[in-house]
């Protein structure tokens, strides 16, 4: 885009009355999608989540940040160990798998890590942490893991965009 093109901006100040205009902002903001696991009092649990980000090299650092409004969040915020997984192209039908309420794991695939956790095979990359550090912020929390082991493969992410699944557009 040139710039030339002539568009409306919606301006606001973000606040309570105005969370669906600040949802939309953010989603111009296109992300990876990955699947969180870890293991949980009653079994392995998992959720979805597009607020991942490396943080460090050395040493090898990386966050994700959970909903407090989360009925996982007790699980995730103070989980030893967790697996962030990311997600491929084509794995949209995972990615919702883990949104919904039910028994993550019923009928699917998994192994454990050295510490426990519960690892998907198949995705395009995956981070196998121990808690380092968390932070309060607001309604999440930023969960700071250090990264054991790493693994990935070639392929398309999948990402997300304006509330939707979808993939990187081709470039020429």
Do not use: K
Request: hydrophobic letters at 45%; a negative charge; glycine letters at 10%.
């Amino acid at each position: 885009m040139d710039g030339s093109a002539v568009t409306t901006e919606t301006a606001f100040t973000p606040g309570p009355e105005t969370a669906r205009l600040f949802r939309d902002a953010l989603g111009r903001f296109t992300t990876g999608v990955t699947v969180i696991t870890a293991e949980g009092a009653q079994g392995p649990v998992g959720l979805t989540a597009n607020s991942f980000a490396a943080v460090s090299l050395d040493p090898p650092l990386v966050l994700w940040s959970p909903a407090r409004a989360s009925r996982r969040f007790a699980t995730f915020a103070h989980a030893p160990h967790f697996a962030i997984h990311v997600l491929a192209e084509g794995q949209e039908e995972l990615a919702r798998h883990f949104t919904r309420p039910d028994d993550h794991f019923a009928g699917l695939h998994m192994t454990r890590s050295p510490e426990g956790m519960p690892l998907l095979p198949g995705t395009l990359a995956r981070f196998e942490c121990e808690h380092a550090a968390a932070h309060e912020a607001g309604d999440h929390v930023i969960v700071v893991g250090r990264v054991l082991r790493a693994s990935f493969t070639d392929g398309a992410p999948l990402v997300f965009s304006r509330g939707r699944y979808t993939g990187l557009a081709a470039t020429a």
